[in-house]
């Protein structure tokens, strides 16, 4: 318990949990792209997915919720931290190669935040305005309409692209610095992990953004 209190424990915390999201952001594309598919595509992978037990679900759920609650209280509190020791820390930051994304993680984690609890409220609790919610020819619940429903206005297809474009900021540092505290970089291997982490962040854009603009362009149709 005593190297939580510690910075590099704080930051560790941060890895563990960001890296298990990171994770679950992959299986989740991986999931999402059954919807090129088709209808059958999306809803059978739905469909699977509800079928497991109950209680797996409810405690998939229940970890995703305290690694995402979890993130953002450590984030928070190291933000503070490294803003009170800025002076400190001076020498090491201008060392360390800051980046855009780099220097805004607690803003580009704030508004995935705003855009996780949207989501969620969106597609998993169904309640926002104007999605069709409806069930397909074998009786299930079709959430391939209902995504469908959500992203033929420009606007609906664009918070999504907007999401997935903070989300593509936050890797671009997110991934390297995992690895970073995790101790798995050096001075040879930082370089291609840098890199590598910049071009997963980027796939994970584009396979996202795939979706929305796909459907609002007619490339995925019922
Ligand atoms: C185009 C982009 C996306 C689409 C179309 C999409 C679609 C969906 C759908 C349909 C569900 C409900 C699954 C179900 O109950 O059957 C869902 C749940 C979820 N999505 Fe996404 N998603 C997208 C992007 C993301 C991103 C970028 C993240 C995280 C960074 C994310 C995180 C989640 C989470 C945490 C859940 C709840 C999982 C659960 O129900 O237990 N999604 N998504």
Do not use: C
């Not at 299986?27 to 209808?39: A, C, Q």
């Not at 001076?90 to 980046?99: M, S």
């Not at 040879?188 to 854009?205: D, E, H, M, N, Y």
Request: proline share 3%.
């Amino acid at each position: 318990m005593e190297f939580l209190n510690t910075s590099i424990g704080r930051k560790m915390i941060m890895a563990v949990t960001g890296g298990s999201m990171i994770l679950f952001t992959i299986i989740h594309l991986l999931g999402n792209s059954s919807i090129f598919v088709g209808p059958s595509g999306i809803n059978s992978y739905a469909e699977h997915l509800h079928s497991m037990p109950l209680p797996i679900i409810v405690a998939f759920r229940a970890v995703m919720l305290a690694l995402f609650v979890v993130h953002v209280i450590y984030g928070i509190q190291l933000t503070l931290e490294n803003r009170v020791g800025r002076t400190s820390q001076y020498a090491l930051k201008a060392n360390r190669k800051a980046t855009f994304s780099s220097e805004n993680m607690i803003w580009t984690g704030s508004l995935l935040f705003v855009f996780i609890v949207y989501h969620l409220l969106h597609f998993t609790f169904r309640s926002t305005p104007g999605l069709k919610l409806v069930t397909d020819a074998s009786g299930h619940f079709d959430v391939f309409a209902m995504v469908a429903s959500s992203f033929t206005s420009f606007v609906g297809a664009g918070i999504y692209v907007a999401f997935v474009a903070v989300l593509f900021l936050h890797l671009y540092h997110g991934i390297q610095s995992f690895f970073q505290t995790i101790g798995q970089a050096n001075d040879s291997t930082l370089p291609t992990i840098t890199t590598v982490g910049r071009f997963v962040a980027l796939v994970l854009f584009l396979g996202f953004a795939s979706i929305p603009l796909s459907i609002l362009l007619g490339i995925i149709k019922g």
